[in-house]
């Protein structure tokens, strides 16, 4: 297919993922809401960025002393 097309073998499977999992995937409406599981407190702390990972590896590591940081 990929020579047939003119294009990569990665182009061809990576389209073919993309519509498989497009597919599969149920729109977000419908989709159960995800409930985050805090273990002490009341969730995240003010300012966190869950998405930031590099921050967070930083906020986890500041009390480490310098030897024992990544």
Not at 49 to 69: F, G, S, V, W, Y
């Amino acid at each position: 297919m990929a020579a047939k097309e003119r294009r990569t073998l990665t182009a061809v499977i990576d389209d073919a993922l993309r519509q498989f999992l497009a597919r599969r995937s149920a729109p977000r409406s419908q989709r159960p809401p995800v409930k985050l599981i805090t273990f002490r407190g009341d969730g995240l702390q003010p300012g966190v960025d869950i998405d930031d990972t590099a921050a967070l590896i930083d906020l986890m590591e500041e009390d480490l002393p310098l030897d024992k940081r990544r």
